[in-house]
């Protein structure tokens, strides 16, 4: 299995990934990634500051846009470059989120992409936004 090589894009390609985030999806990244910030875990505490609740992790969110890269735009085989990123709402369990991923750039002679990364939630609101560069197979 082959994803898209550098021929096959064109700016303006685009592919999405939506899940519902659960309790459990939250439990497994911060036991992964070690994030164990009361902020994910303790409602307690999360009530206190400003969000008034926990919140799911920022980089759980992201990685959805990893999901789109690797499996469907540009594919299987693509190495991940770079990502920039800017959280600009919280996620909140149970929030269903889509990651679009849309072709910005193509740097044909040295078979680099970068693409457009923006999460949403289910009203529509911008919650990650920034840009990813790959090198897609060849």
Known sequence: MKGKTIHDMRIGDQESYERTVTETDVVLF??????????HFNETYAKETMFKGRIV?????ASYFSTVLGTLLPGPGTIYLGQDLKFTKPVRFQDTIKAVVTVSEIIEEKNIVKLDTIA??????VV????ATVMPPK
Do not use: E
Request: charged share 10%; aromatic share 4%; proline share 4%.
């Open 128 to 131: 990650v936004k920034g840009t």
């Open 30 to 39: 911060g036991g992964i990634s070690g994030d164990l910030n009361p902020a």
């Open 120 to 125: 949403y939630n289910q009203h529509g609101d």
């Open 57 to 61: 992790h920022g980089m759980l969110t």
